[in-house]
């Protein structure tokens, strides 16, 4: 038999397959027993303490006296993030940056609502700060990498 003659063979073997259902053994999971879901909810039984068996109470809280606080097994595991870390500080060219960028607008837009009668200069000034603002913010971003990257930042294609 040629290869070619082969790969036919096994095309028509799938094609002749298709509509199968496929049967399926414990030994074909690719995972444990243990792992597969129960066809119905488990329903939690909580021991008092005298080694008697009692159903669970109506709002799901143990009425057994004690004020411990029990761990529940469905919350094993999850993962708490630590707090983030500080933001950086700015420095005030930043701060000023800022205040330009924001401030010349909220200016502008509170004179127009309170109806205020703007001379000339003001007006050049809100619109200055803005645009000078945007410009210093974005001159300071830098379209370098980061100091800290070291000498192997990544492929270069």
């Known amino acids: 038999m040629t290869p070619q003659s082969d790969e036919d063979e096994v095309w028509r ?11 399926r053994d414990a030994a074909d999971q690719p995972w444990p027993d243990s792992e597969n879901l129960p066809s119905e909810p488990l329903r939690r039984v909580l021991k008092q303490s005298d080694g008697e068996e009692r159903p669970p109470a ?14 529940d097994p469905d919350d094993e595991g999850h993962y708490v993030p630590p707090p983030p870390p500080p933001l950086p500080r700015m420095d005030t060219t930043t701060k000023i940056a800022w205040l330009g960028l924001f401030g010349g607008p909220a200016y502008l837009l509170l004179s127009a609502a309170l109806n205020w009668n703007l001379q000339g200069w003001m007006l050049f000034t ?16 830098g379209d370098g990498p980061p100091n800290d990257s070291g000498w192997d930042d990544g492929a270069v294609l």
């Open 13 to 23: 073997q799938i094609v002749a397959s298709f509509n199968d259902t496929a049967e």
């Open 58 to 71: 109506e709002d799901g809280s143990a009425d057994d006296g004690d004020d411990t606080e029990q761990e």
């Open 126 to 141: 809100a619109v200055a700060a803005f645009i000078g603002g945007f410009v210093a913010l974005v001159v300071r971003m």
